[in-house]
């Protein structure tokens, strides 16, 4: 792997950090970097590359919110499955929000399975991209503008309800079918119109794409044909490791953001963004159908 192999796989692992867990579509920053910055890499792996390289930004979540997701352990746990024997080291309330989290994935895992390569052939394209960024950006708006004098039902990830997390997993499903979408940005905002709080709707978001991306990334190695070098595998492991490092700290920011601010800012940037890819889409210069 040459230095600039190098330095791209970083700022590579730079975008996938700061975008997989705003609102903004990491898919369409992606596309954005790769038509003015390619990775020397072979098609085939490239299209691993974008997937598996959110590894190491799903691993950032997982160790920062380890004690609100481990399932098992005798220390602090409120809700044991039963008071005596190996029930004790069991935290109910944990395997609970777990359930839930497989509820919301169900309509993402049918579809991906199914449909995963046609999907990308059908709407893996500038338009779409473009359409969904500024139609998701005008959402945010509208939707924040509907709740601002609403107070939220659900304050505790606890709280959510299975329909509540079937619906939210509904909305996951746009994201799936429709690149640009934002997997983060329509599940927080479909939580949002059903009355979940800002800051439990990131949370469930970023406890969602757990499953979502291991899956996702099982799923891309499992299909993938091709050869793979020394440089491919070091350039993935750079990116997947400066994900993790930029990760950590957006999303420790990004949570502190919205304790105190709405998402409207993410809609006007969705709507800027979604105009600058109808340009350079109309201009030739982005790299997708």
Same mark, same amino acid.
């Given at each position: ?6 330095i !791209?796989?970083?700022?590579?692992g730079?975008?996938e950090?700061i975008?997989?867990w ?9 596309i *954005? *970097?790769d038509s003015f910055l390619?990775?020397?890499v072979?098609?085939?792996?490239y299209d691993?590359?974008l997937?598996?390289?959110? *590894?190491g930004?799903?691993m950032?979540?997982?160790i ?8 098992f352990?005798i220390?602090?746990n409120?809700? #044991?499955w039963?008071k005596?024997?190996?029930g ?6 944990k395997f609970?929000?777990?359930?839930k989290i497989l ?8 579809? &991906? ?11 893996y394209?500038?338009?779409c ?10 959402g ?11 107070? #939220?039902?659900?304050?505790?990830v606890?709280d959510?309800?299975?329909p509540?997390?079937f *619906? ?5 499903l746009?994201a799936?079918?429709f690149?640009g979408?934002?997997r983060s940005?329509?599940?927080?905002? &479909? ?7 800002r800051?439990?709707a990131?949370?469930f978001t970023?406890?969602?794409a757990? #499953?979502?991306m291991?899956?996702?990334?099982l799923?891309?190695? !499992?299909?993938f044909? &091709?050869?793979v070098s020394?440089?491919?595998?070091a350039? $993935? ?6 994900a993790?490092?930029v990760s950590w700290?957006? !999303?420790?920011?990004?949570?502190s ?11 006007w940037y969705?709507i800027?963004?979604?105009v $600058? ?6 201009a030739?210069l982005?790299?997708?159908?």
């Amino acid at each position: 792997m040459s230095v600039l192999d190098f330095i !791209i796989a970083i700022i590579y692992g730079i975008v996938e950090g700061i975008t997989e867990w705003l609102p903004v579509s990491s898919t369409g920053h992606m596309i *954005l *970097l790769d038509s003015f910055l390619h990775l020397n890499v072979s098609e085939a792996f490239y299209d691993l590359y974008l997937v598996v390289i959110q *590894l190491g930004a799903i691993m950032a979540v997982v160790i920062i919110y380890w004690k609100e997701i481990w399932p098992f352990g005798i220390k602090d746990n409120e809700h #044991p499955w039963k008071k005596e024997g190996i029930g004790r080291y069991v935290k109910a309330d944990k395997f609970s929000m777990w359930f839930k989290i497989l509820v919301a994935c169900i309509p993402a895992i049918i579809v &991906g399975v199914l449909f995963d390569d046609y999907l990308d052939e059908l709407f893996y394209n500038w338009v779409c991209v473009s359409i969904m960024l500024i139609l998701f950006g005008v959402g945010f708006i509208v939707v924040e503008k509907w709740v601002k004098n609403k107070t #939220p039902d659900v304050t505790s990830v606890d709280d959510i309800t299975y329909p509540q997390a079937f *619906l939210i997993g509904a909305f996951q499903l746009v994201a799936a079918v429709f690149p640009g979408t934002s997997r983060s940005g329509s599940t927080i905002l &479909g939580s949002l119109a059903i009355g979940i709080s800002r800051e439990v709707a990131a949370k469930f978001t970023f406890f969602l794409a757990i #499953p979502v991306m291991f899956g996702a990334s099982l799923l891309k190695i !499992i299909k993938f044909e &091709g050869e793979v070098s020394g440089s491919d595998i070091a350039m $993935l492991i750079t990116g997947m490791v400066v994900a993790f490092v930029v990760s950590w700290f957006v !999303i420790k920011k990004f949570m502190s953001y919205i304790r105190k601010h709405n998402f409207n800012v993410f809609g006007w940037y969705r709507i800027i963004a979604g105009v $600058l890819f109808l340009v350079l889409g109309i201009a030739g210069l982005l790299k997708m159908g």
